[in-house]
């Protein structure tokens, strides 16, 4: 079968990781007499070159080694095309990746491209941005912020910040329209999540499905910081979808429900991140989902 491949890999060079990388790609991707080339992926996630670079150049897959907000920024630019994307998960929480049961694991990432099946995943908009799997307005997204201007990156650094915004976290004043309902509220944060989980197999919506044309809402409320704890452990156990016509909806410490798109009015001034990456934030927000946004390859 013809293939050819554009690998996408993040420029900083001089890491015996990257040099790694870029053999493994290369020795593998010759094995299996595909043409292929690596491209890199650029600061400003400018990739609009890409739609006619694939039909002169009859590309047919695109991979991207990188996290989520580089997959979100390439795959955001191929919507409606007929391309196969895959992941060679390189980030610090590679959501997105986990959440179709990618292995971070070069090797068993590239078996996956080589092997694996594209299927189709939503995604979704908020106001006019993509977004391939996960958004956050409030604790998570000062979290994003904070760590972003961090000089060292990872996992301990990320949980580092993720304590210290802890005990200085504030809830924020929201109104949510969906449907026919409105209701305020005052939560630490919201996540609008198409994938279950931050990152790292932190789960957030344990009942989200990557095609099922449907976003999950989770709002963790105001409530007392050890009450807090306790709450979060519990969405990430049991997660249970809650109904508006349910007496008890509005007496629940986290709100879970499910929608195909969503008006939030951010009366607290919450910050936001997309896909892990902190964005300017906005006095209200549309979000709705894309079904069937773009091919993933997976198992």
Avoid at 11 to 31: A, F, M, N, Y
Avoid at 58 to 85: H, K, Y
Avoid at 125 to 142: E, K, R, V
Avoid at 168 to 173: G, H, I, M, N, T
Wanted: aromatic fraction near 10%.
């Amino acid at each position: 079968m013809h293939r050819n491949i554009i690998y996408f890999i993040n420029p900083i060079s001089g890491t015996k990781g990257k040099k790694q990388l870029v053999e493994i790609i290369e020795e593998r991707t010759r094995k299996q007499f595909f043409a292929f080339q690596i491209l890199s992926t650029n600061a400003e996630g400018d990739y609009r070159f890409l739609k006619d670079k694939i039909a002169h150049e009859r590309i047919t897959d695109v991979v991207i080694c990188g996290g989520d907000g580089t997959v979100s920024q390439i795959a955001g630019t191929l919507i409606d095309e007929v391309i196969n994307i895959g992941i060679i998960p390189m980030g610090s929480g590679n959501g997105l990746a986990l959440a179709a049961k990618i292995p971070r694991d070069i090797n068993k990432a590239l078996d996956i491209i080589f092997k694996g099946k594209p299927s189709f995943v939503d995604a979704f908009f908020i106001n006019s941005t993509f977004s391939c799997m996960l958004c956050g307005l409030g604790f998570d997204a000062q979290v994003a912020h904070d760590f972003a201007r961090q000089k060292n990156r990872g996992l301990s650094t990320y949980i580092k910040q993720t304590i210290r915004n802890f005990f200085s976290a504030k809830p924020y004043l929201f109104e949510i329209i969906n449907k026919n309902q409105r209701f305020s509220v005052e939560a630490y944060f919201i996540s609008i999540a198409n994938s279950n989980q931050f990152g790292n197999q932190f789960t957030i919506a344990p009942k989200a499905n990557l095609s099922d044309g449907l976003l999950d809402i989770v709002i963790v409320k105001k409530m007392s910081k050890i009450k807090l704890l306790w709450a979060i452990l519990k969405q990430i156990k049991n997660g249970e979808i809650a109904e508006y016509n349910d007496g008890s909806f509005h007496k629940k410490d986290v709100l879970y429900f499910q929608t195909s798109r969503l008006l939030i009015n951010n009366t607290g001034d919450a910050p936001l991140h997309i896909d892990g990456d902190p964005t300017d934030t906005a006095s209200k927000f549309a979000i709705q989902v894309i079904p069937r946004a773009f091919k993933l390859l997976q198992e």
